[in-house]
């Protein structure tokens, strides 16, 4: 098995959650059933599933918290749920004192992240949860502190850099040199499995309902790659089986597998956002929207109310002029076609953020497809992208 505990890192959590009841009977079907209930907000929020043993006893990160300032951690991407501060607390902290970090984390206020804290501020256990790189915050307190949008992709949380800060990596400088090479807002879920250094984009965790294939490559129900994440990535203990990775996990108790329909049901409670007012061209859009249905052959793919055929299909890199190498690494070697709605606002794209931005998008399909499009034809095609 090539799994050892040692191997995990964080990773990309497309989560969600509700209220899940596990019923027990005995065998004469005669005792009352047990009921265990999982709020479904604090799941995705709070809940560790166990993962302080990963993150204390081998990374040790309880005691690098313990020196870093807030003005670091937000200089990692970390963020401050302002709804969770007392009154007056912003104004008068030292933003540049690690003992500032220590009263954010009795508070909880560090989005995606658990600790417990001594009477003497030693940081005894430490943990993260599906927040961490699923969730925001809309900075309206300050750039990183405000209050949370769950579900959205933390596109400046640079989740390598983080990992590369634990002691464990201090006699492995090759293993640090990787995760300090990804940047902000890309994770590779396969390197601890596979050896290869290839990250991508942490992906938004709204918009997913009625989407049959919801990762990149499509394999299947968001609930296994939650399983996959909680367990092999992040350090939760639980139980987790892949042929196709040579995986078979085992944990007791499980404290992730009673809990995937709560997060898969919360995380389709997530809506994409809307574009902000005055974001598109409204005239241009409507041109734009009969060319991607017609022109430009993008509706052949981004089909139905959630543009995608991933209920159907799955597609073979060449089609599109992706790289391959991420698609290999996975179980089906193909990608489904990504759903449309809320694509302003998670830039860059692709799954490897091959393209900066839509218009950038836009000339790629046009070169790889020969759609022939001319300049104003693609910005109408990007207005209307804009607009979704």
């Known amino acids: 098995m090539k799994y050892s505990l040692t191997q995990q890192t964080i990773g990309c959590l497309f989560i969600s959650g509700v209220i899940f009841m596990l019923m027990a009977c005995d065998n004469d079907n005669k005792s009352q059933p047990a009921v265990e209930t999982f709020d479904p907000q604090a799941t995705f929020r709070f809940d560790t599933f166990g993962d302080e043993a990963f993150w204390t006893d081998v990374l040790r990160w309880n005691e690098v918290v313990a020196t870093i300032s807030p003005e670091t951690a937000l200089a990692v991407g970390l963020k401050v749920d302002s709804e969770a501060l007392p009154s007056g607390l912003l104004a008068a902290a030292d933003l540049t004192d690690p003992a500032t970090t220590i ?35 809309d900075d309206s307190v300050a750039p990183g502190i405000g209050k949370r949008l769950d579900g959205w992709p933390a596109r400046d949380l640079n989740p390598g850099l983080i990992i590369s800060l ?157 790289d391959p190498l991420y698609a290999t690494r996975g179980e089906t070697k193909q990608y489904r076609t990504t759903p449309l709605k809320g694509i302003w606002q998670h830039p860059p794209y692709f799954h490897n953020g091959a393209h900066a931005t839509l218009m950038d998008l836009t000339e790629h399909y046009d070169t790889v497809l020969g759609l022939g499009l001319v300049d104003d034809e693609k910005t109408d095609l990007v207005e209307y992208l804009k607009s979704l």
């Open 166 to 322: 634990s002691p464990f990596f201090d006699d492995k400088p090759q293993q640090r040199a990787v995760y300090e090479s990804w940047g902000p807002g890309k994770f590779d879920p396969y390197f601890n499995m596979d050896g290869i250094n290839a990250p991508v984009l942490i992906p938004p965790a709204w918009g997913l309902k009625d989407v049959a294939l919801e990762t990149f490559t499509g394999e299947g129900q968001v609930s296994y790659w939650n399983n996959y994440i909680a367990v092999t990535q992040m350090g939760g203990q639980g139980n987790f089986k892949s042929d196709h990775l040579n995986l078979d996990i085992q944990a007791t108790p499980d404290l992730v597998t009673p809990k995937l329909p709560a997060l898969l049901v919360y995380q389709n409670s997530l809506e994409p956002p809307l574009p902000p007012a005055g974001s598109f061209d409204p005239a241009a859009s409507l041109r734009g929207k009969s060319i991607f249905e017609g022109k430009a052959t993008c509706a052949r793919c981004h089909s139905g109310e959630q543009f995608t055929d991933a209920g159907t299909t799955l597609h073979d890199a060449q089609e599109t002029g992706s």
């Open 103 to 137: 009263e954010l984390l009795k508070l909880d206020a560090i989005v995606g992240i658990k600790a417990e804290v001594a009477a003497d501020n030693s940081v005894t256990k430490f943990g993260v949860t599906c927040a961490l790189c699923h969730s925001t915050v």
